[in-house]
């Protein structure tokens, strides 16, 4: 009976070995959550763990493809774009598709043949272009990252971080071409399989999605007439080594906040609650308002804006004001500090003071 014990045993792990390696995801999990203004790290688990992102990899791609080419460019589709692996929105090889469709594909629809096309055409080629991604990467300090391809298909050293990935969001979101395209719910095509594409991100569909060139009377889509979240901009991801990857951006009541996760199987739950969680504990609160502040009686400073953070009400009690200025009093920073951690800086105009 132990020997039949033991040789079921065995046969259960020989079994286990010979199962693909890739057909779960692996290397952990990790979450982070910014301030969409400053990027400040609010919430985080494993946020610095260099992982694999997935199709996340395309906020980058579509940020520096608005970056090196223009949106009316037309681009001629590779036989290598149109057989690109993975996702697709199905682009023929020969037909031109300008690059501003080839990003609604990208963003909505997660393309392959898209990234692939873009990169081809504002990097030379898909080489040249992730280049290009790999350098932006590291002016932006993503010091996590590294890009190997602009689709996000699987390869041992293409990595980020929950971290990075929501900084990526957080900065492509500065532009708004990429602004306006991550926050598209629907979206015509006019390649020669023209479809109307929906964008797969759920909570943004649930949110303040827009409809880029639809009439929603002749497309109604339900998820546009019960909108109740606050997500307005995302993107989603899969791979089998990768799990699901999601980055959402959350407004309401003029906070914002981006959250990424990596490898959560509950995703959607899991952004709703931390995307929750920022609005019960934190509060936008003006740290300092616009004005001329007198440093001394020959020096002042000036703020043009004021200075809003995020804070819990902890946090508000504890937060002070440091201003560096250069020996030659030409130039000047205004660090904001709870206890000894910076939080925040901002250059600042140097006048002279009043008297």
Known sequence: MLRLVRLILFMIVVVMLMLPQTSFARGGSGYAVLDGDTG????????????PIASLTKIWTALVAIENSNLQDEVVISPKAAMAEGSSIYLQAGETVTVETLLYGLMLRSGNDAATALAEHAGGSVEGFVKLMNERAVVSGLTNTVFMNP???????????????????????????????????????NTE???????KHRLLREGSGVASDIDERQQPVS????????AFAGKTGFTKVAGRTLATAFQKDGQTCIVVTLNESDDWNVHRGLANKVWEDYSLETVVKKGKYNVNKKLAIRLEQPIRLQLTSEEKAKVRQVLHVSRKRQEAVLSIFIGDQRIYATPVTVESADR
Not at 44 to 49: G, K, M
């Open 40 to 51: 400040r790290v609010l919430l985080e688990s494993n946020s610095d763990a260099r992982l």
């Open 151 to 189: 689709s996000g298909l699987h390869h041992d050293e293409h990595l980020s971080s929950a971290r990075d990935t929501a900084e990526m969001l957080r900065i492509a979101l500065q532009n708004q071409t990429f602004k306006k395209i991550a926050s598209t719910v629907l979206f015509r095509a």
């Open 193 to 199: 399989n023209g479809m109307l594409w929906e964008n």
């Open 223 to 230: 998820a546009l007439k019960s909108a109740k979240g606050s």
